[in-house]
């Protein structure tokens, strides 16, 4: 194969991304590092000594760490039942977990300000059945935005567990029994060290998605700030551009530590190698 | 003069030789397989001569001319893949269609030849089917239809057999042959299958990491294998590592310590060089020791160690002090575990190798 | 066992009520005739459907969201496919990092994209914001693009290709005749992926807003947060719509398997 083809090939695409995402990208990091063309840390240093900042962060990693330990409570059943189930309901099943997944975030979280709002659905309904005098201040609270984050990322963990139990070999299971392992037993030790590494990587996806996530936390989270929104107030209100790409820049590298270090986890167990 | 020649060619993969100082002639007319197996360096061979690959060093040359850095799509020879490679978007007339549609033949003419190379692999009939509504050997068919339509002034085959089954494979290499010899169309054919390679060829090169061990005619093969790779490789699986050999008129007189053995010469007299002997399971001969052999000389005395029925006879793992031998033997009653036994070696059949 | 499996199978149903249970009311809200959101709606009408179509900006940005979704898909295709093909068909040195790289833009938080493009495509390089939108968007589409068709490749017997070759077909010939027939299919797919990715998006086209310039996503953020009439559940009910069809034309086309994959 003629090398000159392959690169003629790669060139285009390569040469797009690196005008329009890796130079832009390096040029903002670079640019918190040397605001006046001097090194310095003080971008950074400002920030970690501004309770306000600490606030917002300390709000938006409760919320992720919240909503992917609520997407795994909830996936994880739903997903073995669905990988369990016979090919017509699986298939359905599996339509109606992608179909969320598809739909524009706007209207999946408003949805919920629909039903979290003060004279929303389960304001009125809690009211009528007399379980509370006055309606419960849910939405525009880091509750409202975990709900509505929860619902985003649900179908994404169920869908990559669903592909790691699909491809399980259930002979693994009837041999576990014939060996005289009870039903639950070979589940918890044959079914479910297998799909940790799915476990992992669904939860990696949730929690990036939560912690960087705009949509949602900008029409549930009212005033209540997480990072991606600061980093746009930042931006776009208040105009300080110096600030935004210092919350840039960390978000970027707690997105790759996470996705870096669940990775190698999830590879380590990976019994496939 | 040779058809096909390479000539010192080298191909390295991954700083890895595969093909050093390679050297391969082939006549006008001929089929030729390149037996071994895999890694040996047959399949890059193929792909070679195709033109799939090019070479760091060294000259192929076909007809006379030099074909190096002809194209692939210019040099005008068949392949039929392995895996059929047909297009899965075309009907079995486009597929086999494809090479002359290509050569701005007029559709008229396209049609009548397809038609009839479509009767030569017997698929008359089959033009509309897509290749994923056709069975593995009407594929397969296809695929040499295909080649062969171009009029190719060579025809390759990578392991073209080998996702068959067994009857169908027999069936197969029996038309392959038919074909090419009708339309003397001179043929580079690789297997690992030695079966199939013997049956079909004029000549077989029997390759190992990247060198041809033995080029010659299938039963020149068979009976006198040149090295001992190739021996194992067909089927010898009985060796002895005699320490000197010397002439005894008909036949060669070998010994090890103070056991004599006779290997008779061959006919023309050539080979037989070395001084390791072999000999297959099948042509070993065994009796019970209480018995006395009918024979004297080339005799070994040993002990059934394993005895195992393959259905026409029986398998012997039988332990001597020069080691363990494989015999296979048809009998009624085979011998316990643990019986006493002379084996006997036929001296025709002894081979010596390198 | 069978205990078991019922507690499941109830637990999985309530999964999917708290899946599109929203879904659903968004959707019966969206007949309210009222001019508050309610649920149960207080009659039926389909006046906020005719209040869309007289609201200008909505169809401004839709018209606006589509044409980026699309020219953006074109450009997205032209350097995608070619390197998809690629990073399938041949081994080489950096080829990981390439696919890496490739598929990054997934990777990078949307709203940090959003953001480095305004300021260095808008501000540093002076690009007009439409253009702006259009390579942020093509830059998104990119890893979908890539990743569907090396997966409608990786199904692909490359040996066809030689076939071809040895048949007397150039490279480009034997890519035009015989490899882009086989992945039709995973390219339209890709095409329809990437496009529900665009048109749903709204961490880049947030930051690519001007003078008549937005997209339908952040002219219903806008709205929402300024008025709460049931328009924009008429807007989802439609936009949801569509979503299916799409889906359903994707499932047609390669089955759901890719979605599956990770």
Redesign the interface.
Known sequence: MNKRYLYLLLLPGFLFLAAFMLIPIILTIVSTFMPDGSLTLEGYMTFFRDGYFNKILLTTLRVSVVTTLVCVVLGYPAAYYISRAGIRKKSILLALSIFPLLTSPVVRSFSWMIILGKKGLLNTFLMNIGLIQKPLEILYTPVAMMVGLVHLFLPLIIITLLGVMENLDYELVRAARSLGASSFTAFRKIIFPLTVPGLIIGSILVFVGSLTAYTTPALLGGKERVVATFLYQNAMTLNDWQAASVIAVIMIVITFVVVGLMNAWANRLNPKG | MALISLEQVSVAYDNRFILEDFNLQIEKGKLLSLLGPSGCGKTTTLRLIAGFLNAEQGKFMFGGKDYTNVPVNKRNFGFVFQSYALFPHMSVYDNVAFGLRLRKMKEAEVKQRVTRMLEIVSLGGFEKRLPKALSGGQRQRVAIARALVIEPDLLLFDEPLSNLDANLRVNMRVEIRRIQQELGITTVYVSHDQEECFSISDQVAVMNSGKIEQLAHPTTIFKYPASEYVARFIGFGNFIAFESRSDAGEDIELSRGALKFLAAKRPNGAGNLGMLGAIRPDDLQLWPSTQEAPLSGNTLSGRVQVSTYLGRSYQYEVETELGVFTVNQEMDVPFAQGEQVTIYFPKDKLVLVQ | ?KE?NRG??L??LL??V???G??V??SI?SFEPGTV???PPEGFSLRWYRNIFEVSMFMETFKTSIIVSMLGNLLAL???V??A???SR?E?RGRDT?NA??L??V???????G???????IV?YGLPIYAGLL??H??IM?PFI?RVIASSLANF?F??E??????????L?TFF??VL??IRSGILAAVLIAF?ES??N??IS??MTGPGVSTL?IQ??TY??NY?DPT??AI?VI??VL??A??FII?RLMG?AY????
Do not use: C, H, W
Not at chain 3, 107 to 113: E, F, K, N, T
Not at chain 3, 115 to 121: D, E, G, M, S, W
Not at chain 3, 259 to 262: D, E, P, S, V
């Open positions: 066992m078991g499941l199978s637990y999985t999964v999917f708290f899946l599109l929203p879904l009311i968004i809200t959101l309610k649920f032209l350097l995608g070619p390197a093909y690629a990073l041949f080489f390439l790289l490739f990054s833009p990777l990078i938080p949307g709203i940090v994209l953001f480095t493009l305004l300021r260095y495509l540093v390579i942020g093509t830059v990119l890539i017997d040996a066809v030689e076939a071809a070759q040895s048949l007397g077909a150039g490279r010939e005749k015989v027939p086989n529900l048109f749903n709204v961490d947030v930051f996503p219903m953020l929402v947060q709460f924009i559940a989802s936009l949801m979503t299916a799409l889906m499932e759901f979605f599956t994959k990770r």
